[in-house]
């Protein structure tokens, strides 16, 4: 018998959820309430710490690798550069996507904040010698996700709080950031 529910894969603990769920109707209200408090604590300084970590540990040397010819054509440096930056935020990018589609408007703000900040700060701290080759790319990536979740975002109050958050945590692109 298991005593530890650590010892579960997520896939396995997952089944057990479903399993729970279908099993004991009762004890879907506390399910979801549980989920909710998960998927509240939204901690944005954690989140762009993260992005600013996985866009600096980007390797170079990969980039080197990645590029040149292949059986596809030819990948320049400054293409494979923006591919590997955006397979790099697109977990970011899909769990603003998921907050949106899970009707948590507070947190898909909270969260794209936080990604945001991290794309900021890896243009402005990184010493990376990867970011050499990504010069243009750190605001590219920040206008896409803000465009995105302009686009979904329906309270106003939502699009001023983003604006002056814009302002005070990336001053130095916030004068096209917000025009937009």
């Known amino acids: 018998m298991i005593k530890n529910i650590d010892k579960l894969s ?3 603990a997952l089944m057990v959820l479903k399993k729970l769920w279908n099993n004991y109707p009762k004890l879907k209200k506390d399910i979801l309430i549980e989920a909710e408090k998960i998927l509240s ?5 954690e989140i762009a710490e993260n992005v600013f970590m996985v866009l600096d540990n980007i390797d170079v040397h990969e980039l080197w690798d990645r ?5 596809n054509g030819y990948s320049s440096p400054d293409e494979m550069a923006v591919q590997m930056i955006e397979e790099e935020l697109e977990p970011f990018n899909n769990e603003v996507s998921k907050y949106h589609n899970l009707k948590m408007a507070e947190q898909a703000k909270q969260y794209c904040m936080g990604v945001l ?7 402005k701290e990184s010493q990376s010698e ?12 920040f206008s896409y996700l ?15 709080e983003m604006n002056e958050f814009i302002k005070r945590e990336c ?6 950031a917000i025009r937009k």
């Not at 590029?67 to 059986?71: A, I, L």
């Not at 900040?117 to 243009?123: F, R, S």
């Not at 990867?130 to 990536?141: G, H, L, R, V």
């Not at 979740?149 to 001023?160: E, G, H, M, N």
């Open 171 to 176: 001053p130095d692109w916030a004068k096209w």
């Open 117 to 123: 900040k991290g794309i900021y700060e890896y243009d």
């Open 67 to 71: 590029s040149g010819p292949s059986t």
């Open 41 to 45: 604590d939204i901690d944005r300084n």
């Open 130 to 141: 990867f970011k050499e080759w990504a010069t243009d790319i750190p605001p590219e990536c």
């Open 10 to 12: 997520p896939n396995d």
């Open 146 to 160: 803000l465009d995105e979740w302009k686009k979904k975002c329906k309270r106003k109050k939502d699009l001023v």
